[in-house]
């Protein structure tokens, strides 16, 4: 069966400082993942995503993300966060036409 | 377009009552699923639906729980006899057709609260 991991519930960072979220995953086979944000009140929508070739994937907003097969992660990435960057930010794989396995979830918070 | 739409955004019932709660996808959209989000959780899968019939219903807590999507389009999610553990937000999305990678498109989720 397949999992995912935030190994973080909460991140504070400051303003303009760079951000790494990260996330494991655990699978017997070849997954497809997801990184998709929660903005306060807002639903659940798609920051990037990662399906094959180059292990490098740039989402909206200025974030992106590196897969690495060897150590099963997906950490997310900014370089320079802005206080509308405050959000949830889920990790999920999917392997198949049907269900997407999310993981709890990593709070960032951005300080002024 | 249109996005997923699910109505009600709120619903607060009593324990025992029934529920129904529904979820319009992008039109043109053959792939449908709901998900349950608790607090502090990540959103659970409960059923997918490819067309009018249930491909995956793995996720159904119990039979409590039922979705039906007759004409291909609209889906309802019904709940019998609620209980305070179903207390949560039940999200919907949609894509296009449903294979592996693709993006699923999520609406605001209906807020459940059963007293």
């Known amino acids: 069966a397949q999992s995912v991991t935030q190994l973080d519930s909460q991140v504070p960072v400051f303003e303009e400082a760079p951000v790494e979220l990260r996330c494991n995953y655990s699978?017997?086979?070849?997954?497809?993942l997801f990184w998709y944000v929660q903005y306060p009140n807002q639903g659940l929508q798609l920051l990037l995503k990662?399906?094959?070739?180059?292990?490098l994937v740039k989402g909206i907003n200025g974030f992106e993300a590196e897969f690495n097969k060897s150590q099963t992660s997906f950490h997310l990435r900014k370089p320079s966060v802005h206080i509308s960057d405050t959000a949830e930010y889920f990790c999920?794989?999917?392997?198949?036409?049907?269900?997407?396995?999310f993981g709890k979830g990593t709070r960032l918070h951005i300080l002024p | 377009g249109a996005g997923v739409s699910q109505t009600p955004s709120n619903k607060v019932t009593e324990k025992g009552k029934y529920v129904e709660l529904r979820c319009d996808p992008i039109?043109?959209?053959?792939?449908l699923y709901w998900y349950r989000q608790s607090l502090g959780q990540g959103p659970e899968f409960l059923i997918y639906?490819?067309?009018?019939?249930?491909?995956?219903d793995s996720g159904l807590p119990n039979d409590r729980f039922f979705a039906v999507r007759p004409e291909g389009s609209v889906s309802t999610l019904k709940i019998q006899r609620t209980e305070r553990g179903d207390s949560a937000v039940y999200l919907c999305?949609?894509?296009?057709?449903?294979?592996?990678?693709?993006?699923?498109?999520f609406g605001p989720g209906t807020r459940l609260l059963v007293l």
């Open positions: 999920a794989v999917n392997i198949r036409d049907d269900k997407i396995i």
């Open positions: 999305a949609s894509s296009p057709g449903g294979a592996g990678g693709e993006t699923q498109y």
């Open positions: 990662y399906l094959s070739g180059s292990t």
């Open positions: 039109s043109g959209h053959t792939a």
């Open positions: 699978s017997s086979v070849s997954v497809y």
């Open positions: 639906f490819q067309g009018t019939g249930a491909a995956d």
